[in-house]
């Protein structure tokens, strides 16, 4: 696992690396950093480069912290990790999903790490509500992006985005979530099975706890298959997850 901390000594931001086989030995390399933007980050596991926005001199910043080299170093340009940034481990590219603003419309646009240039993919509908930052995903063996959205209708549906075609292909697709199991989807998409996996939340207003649901999603037709659950608890830490 890789993430940013705080320090519980020195108070100071640093890397941290630790095997989750070997805990709880931690490797830990400073960050010259003052912050960073809570959901920001994203990894390539081909190369072992980790992105995150962050605040250095009180400057926002792209930091790319190189989990073999053991150091880390800023982007030529500060880049923007809109409402999720995901790797296409294809090609090494920054796919990100940008929220609407000011009435403007949502977009995708993709990042290459090495140039530092953004370019736009193609605008988004708008009639996209709400996003869930936890709730967007790469598919790197087809180049197609998976988001979890709420529509001006209420509706939660799941965007397909094929971000090689040309022109770029939208599906947007209804979820099918069971009665009572309805709330913000954390996505993670699996290479080696081609499988999508979600976990959901959803608030009871009766006990005042919050039960978690896992499951399969069909990117096809958006049929939800429930797998396990965890009932009665008191809340979870967002952007989290990791897969």
């Given at each position: ?9 020195t108070q100071?931001?640093?890397?941290i690396?630790?095997d ?14 003052q ?18 926005s ?16 053991r150091?880390s ?38 990042t290459?790490p ?23 995903v ?6 197609h ?15 397909d ?5 040309n ?25 080696n ?18 039960n978690?649901?896992f499951?399969?999603i ?26």
């Amino acid at each position: 696992f890789v993430a940013v901390r705080s320090n519980p000594i020195t108070q100071l931001q640093e890397f941290i690396q630790w095997d989750t086989l070997s805990l709880p030995s931690v490797i830990h390399d400073s960050a010259s950093i003052q912050g960073v933007v809570s959901g920001s980050s994203t990894y390539n596991s081909n190369n072992g480069n980790f992105y995150i926005s962050a605040f250095q001199n009180n400057q926002p910043t792209t930091l790319v912290y190189q989990v073999n080299q053991r150091n880390s170093y800023a982007l030529n340009s500060q880049m923007n990790f809109g409402v999720g940034t995901k790797v296409d481990l294809s090609n090494g590219k920054l796919y990100t999903v940008h929220t609407t603003s000011l009435g403007a419309r949502g977009y995708i646009s993709v990042t290459d790490p090495i140039s530092g240039i953004t370019n736009l993919v193609d605008s988004l509908p708008n009639t996209i509500s709400g996003f869930f930052s936890d709730g967007v995903v790469f598919n790197s063996n087809t180049h197609h992006l998976y988001f979890y959205y709420i529509d001006t209708g209420n509706v939660e549906r799941f965007m397909d985005i094929d971000v090689l075609a040309n022109p770029v292909t939208m599906n947007s697709i209804v979820l099918g979530v069971a009665n009572g199991r309805s709330g913000n989807m954390t996505f993670e998409f699996d290479l080696n099975t081609n499988l999508l996996h979600f976990l959901s939340i959803n608030y009871d207003l009766q006990t005042l706890k919050s039960n978690m649901y896992f499951g399969i999603i069909n990117p096809s037709n958006g049929a939800v298959s429930y797998e396990d659950s965890i009932s009665s608890y008191a809340g979870v830490v967002l952007s989290s997850t990791t897969f």
